[in-house]
């Protein structure tokens, strides 16, 4: 077996383990990244929401917030299922769109 | 280390788009010159795998997470232009698709995590692994070390970002527009779960794949500044 593919399988892996990122940090009660809460859990924090935050919040609708399934019930167990398959999506398109960067720079190299 | 859309207003969030639009067009000069078309599914994996390693939240006191990035290691195995190439790829995806990092936002995640982050890992690797033989243990010190110092110095540059909104951003009133957290308070949280735990992981990371190239397929490792794969004199 190529390296490449010893990798892809090693990636596959990450993907299936990847609810461990939201099971462990559920154990001990932990939320999200310093920095990044959205403006609900903010205005909780200091009282109000910055205005200009405000405005700029709800910029964009992602798809699939929070590497969560569109219609996705409540539950750790939900939360896992959907946290995988956001992984297979991100690493299909991140691959997909990084491999036509990298033959769009390569056409012409030998 | 994400940076929501809010966090940052408009002249930080456009003068980190205008800082990392050079290093895209710097690493697309590089790669377009250097790179193979054979050596595309390397690019392809270095991207899936920045991805993917983002996902793995870890917990650290104080309720709140952090995660390794996989910069380091794609700047020691195919040199600091793919990784910031790939790990902006991922960053951008990330931020479109799931939400994870502003889309205004995005010039300047690009260049915490994939600029600043690439190019510090790759150095600090260089310095440190300079003349050594690809399956000695300096080789793995080196990137365990530069990836614990890469992620610290990502996790510093967003905090200032975020630290001097109060300074920059502010209401005829005098309150804060957008992120509302002085210096003060950003740089010592954010330091505080890289210095004790996400430098870690990210080093532990580093160590184990560069300990599987070593023991599996030393061409990716060949030269002593490491990233053969794809400079000029790379061989595969």
Known sequence: ?110 | MHIPDGYLGPVTYGAMFGATMPFWALASWKLNRTLKARQAPYLALAAAFSFVIMMFNIPVLGGTTGHATGTTLIAILLGPWAAIIAVSVALVIQALLFGDGGITAIGANCFNMAVVGGLTGYGIYRLIAAGSRAKSARRLVAGAVAAYVSLNVSALVAAVQLGIQPLIEKSPTGQPLYSPFPLSITVPAMALGHLLLFGFVEAAVTALVIRYFQKNDTAILGQPEGGSLMTENGKK
């Not at chain 1, 310093?34 to 919040?57: F, N, Q, R, S, T």
């Open chain 1, 1 to 110: 077996m190529t390296t490449a593919k010893k990798l892809w399988i090693g990636i596959a892996i990450l993907a299936l383990l990847s609810p461990l990122g939201l099971m462990i940090p559920a154990l001990f009660g932990a939320g999200g990244a310093w920095g990044e809460w959205d403006i609900d859990e903010l205005k909780k924090m200091i009282g109000y929401v910055p205005a200009g935050m405000e405005k700029l919040a709800h910029l964009w609708k992602s798809p699939m917030p929070d590497y969560t399934v569109p219609g996705q019930k409540p539950g750790l167990a939900h939360g896992s299922l959907g946290y995988i398959i956001a992984a297979i999506i991100g690493v299909v398109i991140t691959g997909g769109l990084a491999y036509a960067l990298a033959m769009l720079f390569g056409r012409k190299n030998k």
